[in-house]
Nanobody, 128 residues
Framework: QVQLVESGGGLVQAGGSLKLSCAAS????????MGWFRQAPGKEREFVAH????????YLGDSVKGRFTISGDNAKNMVYLQMNNLKPEDTAIYYC?????????????????????WGQGTQVTVSS
């Protein structure tokens, strides 16, 4: 079994920064990529960022471009989310996700949540 554990959430003032971390543990697996989603109260889950361990590419949701950066460690199955210039509308529970490698021709709709494993989430609150 695979577990994902997020850390680094908390309370920050608008304009501040936070860095989230996510580590996979349990069964050893090869990941094709890891990402972050968030969900605010009363809203649908929103794609935040994805990093591909097969292509090296990174992808960001439109609402966080220019402010957030995703990075990952393929060997350790870890992913990070550096969040700068935070806004009150960034307040949400942030979830980490990991996709298991299923071959070079297996495409993933990662923006739609096509992952195999999910963390429990970490709360990020941005005060105005």
């Amino acid at each position: 079994q695979v577990q994902l554990v997020e850390s680094g959430g908390g309370l920050v003032q608008a304009g501040g920064s936070l860095k989230l971390s996510c580590a996979a543990s349990g069964r050893t697996f090869r990941s094709s990529g890891m990402g972050w989603f968030r969900q605010a109260p009363g809203k649908e889950r929103e794609f935040v960022a994805h990093t591909s361990f097969t292509t090296g590419g990174t992808y960001l949701g439109d609402s966080v471009k220019g402010r957030f950066t995703i990075s990952g460690d393929n060997a350790k199955n870890m992913v990070y989310l550096q969040m700068n210039n935070l806004k009150p509308e960034d307040t949400a529970i942030y979830y980490c996700a990991a996709a298991e490698f299923r071959g070079p021709f297996h495409a993933r709709a990662f923006e739609n949540g096509d992952y195999d494993y999910w963390g429990q989430g970490t709360q990020v609150t941005v005060s105005s």
